[in-house]
């Protein structure tokens, strides 16, 4: 029998995402995130390319790009109520990190494996954040879908895109439990 690593089993079947509103400070220091940014980092990464790069938004960064997802909103006419409900995660969280998939040319690793990584990378990041105390959450949205905001808001290159942004924090509520996924209804079992 392997060795088992009972704890980290546990966390995993235990862990729950901290919604991005219910985070307050203080959030993680820079040692405290170069930790969780160091698991994140060990990530399955075929060919070791590592296409996918971190940028840290501490709360200077988060009220910039909150007042730029107002203007971006406002210029492409969205309606009030959706810019303000993007809003709220910049202006509560007191730390987020962008994960930004930077592709690199590769004759051996497809695109699409490259973009698989940097979703992998989000949810190490977002579970060693979690297993370090932290609240966190890992959020997307128009914004950061919209090129014009990701170039002003994080330096996103035009070959980039963001993959998520994790939300960092103090939890101020404990979340409720939520349904899980049904494992009969989502497994087949082939046996030949």
């Known amino acids: 029998m392997p060795e088992r690593n009972q704890?980290?089993?546990?966390?995993?079947?235990?862990?729950?995402?901290?919604?991005?509103?219910?985070l307050t400070g203080?959030?993680?220091?820079?040692?405290?995130?170069?930790?969780?940014l160091t698991a994140a980092a060990r990530t399955p990464d075929h060919g070791k390319l590592e296409?996918?790069?971190?940028?840290?938004?501490?709360?200077a960064a988060l009220m910039r790009a909150h007042a730029l997802v107002a203007e971006r909103g406002a210029a492409l006419g969205l309606e009030p109520a959706k810019i303000e409900k993007e809003q709220i995660a910049y202006d509560r969280s007191p730390l987020a990190v962008v994960v930004v998939e930077s592709p690199v040319?590769?004759?051996?690793?497809?695109?699409?494996?490259?973009?698989?990584?940097?979703?992998?990378?989000?949810?190490?990041?977002?579970?060693?954040a979690l297993a370090s105390g932290w609240g966190a959450n890992w959020l997307s949205g128009w914004a950061s879908?919209?090129?014009d905001f990701t170039r002003a808001a994080f330096g996103v290159d035009s070959h980039e895109r963001v993959a998520g942004i994790i939300h960092i924090g103090t939890e101020s509520v404990a979340p409720p439990e939520r349904?899980?996924?049904?494992?009969?209804?989502?497994?087949?079992?082939?046996?030949?």
């Open 7 to 22: 704890a980290a089993l546990d966390f995993l079947l235990t862990r729950r995402s901290r919604p991005a509103k219910t």
């Open 26 to 36: 203080p959030g993680p220091d820079r040692e405290t995130i170069k930790t969780i």
């Open 51 to 59: 296409p996918w790069r971190f940028v840290v938004l501490e709360k």
């Open 105 to 128: 040319e590769s004759e051996k690793v497809p695109a699409i494996e490259q973009t698989y990584s940097a979703g992998a990378v989000c949810l190490a990041l977002l579970n060693a």
């Open 145 to 147: 879908f919209d090129t």
């Open 179 to 192: 349904p899980r996924p049904d494992l009969d209804a989502i497994t087949t079992w082939i046996e030949t």
